[in-house]
Nanobody
Framework: QVHLVESGGGSVQAGGSLRLSCAASGYTVSMGWFRQTPGKEREGIAS???????TYADSVKGRFTVSRDGTKNTLYLQMNNLKPEDTAMYYCAAAIWASPGLDGDDYTVWGQGTQVTVSS
């Protein structure tokens, strides 16, 4: 089974940027990014399908960009203009579907998460 490892989280001030990485131990069909804060439901925020198509949640559209380096089996999430409400644990996930979208139920492999904290 493929393993996913996220990195790049940290603490930044509002308006700052971070770039998250998710390294996969093997090939994945499609991948996505999710986030969760205590007491709230997991939120799908960005996905990249097998054909390179991308989907974003309205909460991050225009600020976050998902990309993938196929040669390194690595998924990235460039986060710009961060806001305090972006504070969460961020997870990457892999799906066997070509275009899984933002529904976490379509993903079968999950990383351990990386914390992002945005201060005002």
């Amino acid at each position: 089974q493929v393993h996913l490892v996220e990195s790049g989280g940290g603490s930044v001030q509002a308006g700052g940027s971070l770039r998250l990485s998710c390294a996969a131990s093997g090939y994945t069909v499609s991948m996505g990014w999710f986030r969760q804060t205590p007491g709230k439901e997991r939120e799908g925020i960005a996905s990249r399908g097998h054909d390179g198509s991308t989907t974003y949640a309205d909460s991050v559209k225009g600020r976050f960009t998902v990309s993938r380096d196929g040669t390194k089996n690595t998924l990235y999430l460039q986060m710009n203009n961060l806001k305090p409400e972006d504070t969460a644990m961020y997870y990457c996930a892999a799906a066997i579907w070509a275009s899984p979208g933002l529904d976490g139920d379509d993903y079968t492999v999950w990383g351990q998460g990386t914390q992002v904290t945005v201060s005002s």
